[in-house]
């Protein structure tokens, strides 16, 4: 993997890999690859790092932020001319791509949102009769486990989105469930990002689900505490990676995989993390990914003592821990898998509508599928409307399309309403 080094001399137009060229934004012409700004990419609405101009309105949003880019004349056109990318042996792919996977789109998201609903509740369900069994010293069930994980894995393979729909469901008193579930079903999807295959997709999913099997013996008046903890109430909580390899060791049949992503997904890569401090390569790659994962649903999620983040605010945050705490190429690949408009995001349309992003193409992540709740006035939709983005014309300053994300919550709208509306008339 790459360690993302060279990322700030690019910023700073001090270097241009040769496959890379400086174009003027003026000059920007339809299938270019971007590659870098002219900017730190925390300072563009773009939060993945490269993409290809397929509108109109992706060459206007460029302009409006940039006065120069950098191209990858081997991902995409060339200013000079107007052909495909090369195919020759020479063209390498870039190091951060993820691998190819066989994964397309099966169902549409409306079509998978309520078998989606009734797997994320059987796994809940199920998590809850883990947890149970973990404080009353038994050892969790390998093959239920994999069980509910198998359907998992089969549902986000159909359409992620559905699930990653139903992550933005989010209950306070449920935190300790929930986020297991969540961690989960965000792994398996950046897993399928990722191309990982299904039988690993399954491996990596139980282990993710099981992720922090060890708070189970935390005290819940340390785990919930609103108040800065003590020195020794911060030992306890950093015990809890050791304490659940334990726990799931205690299963003869437990994959040596799963029992490292309970023990390492706190360990960060300047070796800061616990509780071996482990540096870098140290640290598995699926160790790593669940880092990225674990955080991200913790400070997106409302807590005792933390109201959690919208999706775009806590991604520009993780990045500036880009690094230092998590691998860099994969923070990159986990932010393309989310997205600029992460599904479940609540959005205000350039005509002053509001509306909740259903899913995106993998492609065409800047025109996905909304489902508009509230006309200009901000009055409610009865019903609500799908407007799929990628149907529509995108081309002119007119253009129709996404203004702004707005935060959980904004103008009173709960997220949830909607999404279980949705699932609810599919399953009818």
């Known amino acids: 993997m790459r360690n993302g080094k060279g990322a700030n ?97 099966l169902t549409s998201v409306e079509e998978e949102l309520d078998r989606a609903r009734g797997i994320r509740g059987r796994a809940h369900t199920f998590i809850d009769e883990v947890f149970d069994d973990i404080r009353g010293g ?141 540096h870098g390569e140290r640290i598995s790659d699926w160790g790593r990914m669940v880092a990225i994962v674990d955080v991200y649903d913790a400070i997106t999620s409302d807590r005792a003592y933390h109201h959690g983040l919208g999706a775009g605010d806590a991604l520009s945050r993780m990045y500036e821990w880009k690094g230092r705490d998590f691998d860099s190429d994969l923070l990159d690949e986990f932010i393309r898998c989310i997205g600029v408009y992460p599904v479940g995001s609540l959005v205000e349309m350039t005509s002053g509508e509001v509306g909740i992003v259903l899913s995106a193409q993998e492609k065409r992540k800047l025109r996905p599928k909304v489902m508009l709740i509230r006309d200009e006035r901000g009055n409610p939709y009865q019903p609500s409307r799908i407007c799929d983005l990628t149907l529509m014309g995108s081309g002119g300053s007119g253009a129709y399309g996404i203004k702004k994300v707005l935060g959980p919550g904004a103008r009173g709208i709960d997220v949830r309403d909607y999404l279980l509306e949705v699932a609810a008339a599919r399953g009818a």
């Not at 004349?73 to 870039?94: F, H, I, K, N, W």
């Not at 992720?211 to 189970?216: F, P, S, T």
């Open 138 to 278: 038994r050892s969790p069930k390998l093959a239920e486990v994999q069980a509910v994980v198998r359907d998992m894995v089969a549902s986000i393979v159909r359409n992620p989105d559905a699930q990653l729909c139903l992550s933005q469901l989010k209950d306070r008193d449920q935190y300790t469930a929930q986020h297991s579930v969540n961690v989960c079903v965000l792994t398996i999807a950046f897993g399928r990002h990722m191309g990982l295959p299904e039988n690993e997709l399954n491996l990596l999913g139980t282990g993710a689900l099981l992720h922090d099997i060890g708070k189970l013996r935390t005290p819940l008046d340390i785990l919930n505490k609103p108040d800065r903890l003590t020195p020794q109430e911060l030992e306890i909580i950093k015990s809890h990676p050791e304490e659940g390899r334990r726990i799931l060791a205690q299963s003869r049949k437990m994959a040596g995989p799963v029992l490292d992503i309970a023990h390492s997904h706190h360990e960060r890569m300047e070796g800061h993390g616990y509780p071996r401090r482990l």
């Open 9 to 105: 001399l690019e910023y700073a137009g001090l270097f241009c890999p040769p496959m890379r060229k400086k174009v003027h934004v003026k000059d920007l012409r339809l299938g270019m690859y971007v590659a870098e700004p002219d900017r730190p990419w925390l300072e563009t609405p773009f939060l993945f790092q490269g993409f290809h101009l397929e509108s109109g309105a992706d060459i206007e949003a460029v302009q409006r932020v940039c006065r120069y880019v950098y191209i990858d004349v081997e991902r995409g056109v060339d200013v000079d001319r107007s052909e495909t990318p090369s195919t020759t042996p020479s063209a390498q792919p870039s190091p951060a791509a993820p691998a190819t996977g066989p994964y397309g789109v």
